[in-house]
């Protein structure tokens, strides 16, 4: 019965480390490149670390023109 308790809260303290973390990375995209949050809280987790992924690979190679058309789709 304990070890049943312990997995249930280990499990929720999981989810709501997974929810915290995805709402930090939307939060980021939204204040650093004023990207919209309705249109950000569409996609999942690991797209949200694929598009800030991008996004910082772009602006280390130096190239606006393909950073401005990965944005465009979240403003």
Do not use: C, W
């Amino acid at each position: 019965m304990l070890i049943a308790i312990l997995s249930s809260l280990g499990l929720v303290a999981l989810v709501i480390v997974k929810l915290l973390l995805s709402r930090s990375g939307i939060r980021y995209l939204v204040d650093g490149y004023g990207l919209d949050r309705k249109k950000l809280s569409k996609l999942n987790t690991k797209e949200i670390a694929e598009l800030k992924k991008s996004i910082n690979l772009l602006r280390k190679k130096n190239d606006p023109f393909a950073l401005e058309e990965l944005m465009r789709k979240f403003r």
